[in-house]
């Protein structure tokens, strides 16, 4: 490697940071709560977002419930605090899990992941790891950041010790990308594999049941655009945040590693989002009709695929 390795703390406190750095950083910076943790090579970045300054952040919606809704004799929401935003029963409905209703809502995390390249690759590792928690009234994320390959063990520690209280894995095409690499990860460092053993939904399949043939591929970008209305700007594209890693290592342009934390935050936003609304549809496929969630006729074949699995 040439030049000199930077270090993302560094990086995070630069003046010269990227306007685009603002958007899930340093505007929320304002209204919500930063906290930033370094130990052994490994960069904690901890953001508590009001539901709303999320929201008019990122561009989503997360729908809300509040009262006592009664569908096909559930219970679908109740009036405390974050239950009107993460509702487990009613996410279990979707995800077609009921396992996933007994988790209480704050051991549900939603998780993505950045890598140095594919899962066929042998040599792939996860840089940066977002997770989101629900709480009462705010959307906590935290991201954790490798600085260089040699902190890989610290930061299989990091997520093996946060993962501990998780119920719930909540992902966005997780089950064929982001848990076997993190278990294989963990395997090589003779960790044990049990933080990535817990119930998980693949949001994605869930999405596709719903919106397949309405949104174009059931991409998160997809359904962000053609769902909620909010396209992504500046947004660094999946397959060039391998390059921008090996960059920073390299002691290039480092600054470019600001889009990839906030590519990583908007996923992990979108994914809670997402599975927010299916849980919605799923309970109150009416309201969802009349709210804009989704068509008569994707709701039609969500409901029926549902009632055939």
Not at 210 to 230: H, N, P, Q, Y
Not at 282 to 299: H, Q
Request: hydrophobic share 45%.
């Amino acid at each position: 490697m040439h030049g000199r390795v930077f270090r993302a703390s560094k990086l995070l406190d630069r003046p010269d940071t990227p306007r685009r750095r603002r958007r899930l950083l340093d505007l929320l910076d304002v209204r919500g709560e930063r906290a930033v943790a370094e130990a052994g090579g490994v960069l904690h970045l901890t953001l508590r977002v009001p539901y709303e300054a999320a929201e008019a952040v990122s561009g989503l919606q997360f729908p809300r419930r509040s009262g006592r809704r009664e569908h096909a004799g559930m219970v679908c929401g109740n009036a405390a605090g974050h239950t009107a935003i993460c509702q487990p029963r009613a996410m279990a409905r979707a995800a077609q899990r009921p396992s996933l209703g007994r988790v209480q809502p704050h051991r549900i995390v939603v998780l993505d992941t950045e890598t140095t390249g594919l899962l066929d690759e042998p040599e792939t590792v996860p840089f940066l790891v977002g997770l989101g928690f629900f709480e009462p009234e705010h959307f906590v994320l935290e991201q954790f950041f490798m600085e260089d390959f040699e902190s890989e063990p610290a930061l299989m520690r990091a997520l093996a010790c946060r993962m501990r209280m998780a119920g719930a894995i909540l992902t966005y095409n997780g089950g064929s990308f982001d848990l076997p690499l993190l278990r294989r990860r963990f395997a090589l460092q003779r960790l044990s594999a049990a933080p990535w053993k817990k119930i998980h939904w693949d949001v994605l399949l869930t999405a596709r049941r719903l919106w397949k043939g309405d949104v174009a591929s059931c991409s998160l970008t997809d359904i962000e655009r053609e769902v909620f209305g909010f396209q992504r700007t500046h947004d660094i594209a999946s397959n060039r945040i391998p390059q921008v890693y090996r960059d920073y290592l390299g002691g290039r342009r480092a600054e470019r590693l600001a889009a990839v934390f906030d590519h990583n935050a908007q996923d992990v936003l979108s994914t809670a989002a997402v599975a927010v609304t299916l849980g919605v549809v799923a309970c109150d496929p009416c309201a969802a009709w009349t709210e804009g969630l989704a068509s008569e006729a994707a709701l039609a074949r969500f409901l029926t695929r549902g009632q055939r699995a």
